[in-house]
């Protein structure tokens, strides 16, 4: 159902976040992921965001030891759905 095509990181130092891209195959597959991740990213930090533009899914947090973990259990949950 769902593959990473590719995974980058970024940082926002004027907002001092710290975001993860994944893009994926399509939109449905990015939107599907944000819906249904975005609660249990916010139990792990409340200060993360989970949201997706066209076939990307971003993971943005203000901590960046935060965003490798969840961005590593992230990509482990879209890898079992492949």
Known sequence: MAKILNIKKKQDM???RYIVEFELENRNIAEFFAASYLMSIRIESRLADLYSKKQYLYLDTPNKDIT????KLLKEEIEKKN
């Open 68 to 71: 490798i973990k969840l961005a």
């Open 14 to 16: 004027t907002k001092k």
